[in-house]
């Protein structure tokens, strides 16, 4: 077993990761700036929401464009198209599932597409802060 290969490749796939999560740093940082106060981001939900308003019961989610589907963005792969096109799907049904349990809970979720938050963070801003005044 070469260890620096599997080093390497743990660092790769850190950094693939962090890339991932991106979008929902940026938007936290966006956020607070703007003075926004009082979430969780680790809260114990159903999705594992990215940030949770706790006292307003808001949960806040940064979706993928490609692992969600947007409507905007997405392009299916052109290779192993079932396989994705399965996974993809799993995941759509996944975040219906997750909105509806959430609602049951009395907790309102709010999505945001990737896109949004790096193109115009400023409007998701902006829907956030009606959705927890
Ligand atoms: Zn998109």
Same mark, same amino acid.
Not at 101 to 105: E, F, I, N, P, V
């Given at each position: 077993m070469d260890v @620096?290969?599997?080093?390497?490749?743990?660092?790769?796939?850190?950094r693939?990761?962090?890339?991932?999560?991106?979008p929902e740093i940026m938007f936290r940082k966006f956020i607070w700036a703007k003075g926004i106060r009082g979430y969780r981001t680790n809260a114990k939900l159903k999705g594992r929401p990215?940030?949770?308003f706790l006292a307003k019961k808001v949960a806040v989610f940064i979706d993928g464009c490609f692992w @969600?589907?947007?409507?905007?963005c997405f392009k299916a792969p052109k290779t192993n198209k079932k396989f994705w096109r399965e996974k993809i799907h799993q995941n759509i049904n996944r975040d219906l599932k997750t909105d509806i349990?959430?609602?049951?809970?009395g907790i309102n979720p709010?999505?945001?597409?990737? @896109?949004?938050?790096?193109?115009?963070? $400023? $409007?998701?801003?902006? $829907?956030?802060?009606?959705r927890i005044s």
């Open positions: @620096h290969t599997k080093k390497q490749r743990s660092y790769n796939m850190s693939i990761r962090n890339r991932d999560t991106k990215d940030l949770y @969600h589907q947007c409507p905007d349990s959430l609602k049951k809970q709010i999505r945001f597409w990737e @896109h949004q938050v790096k193109k115009e963070p $400023e $409007e998701c801003y902006k $829907e956030l802060l009606q």
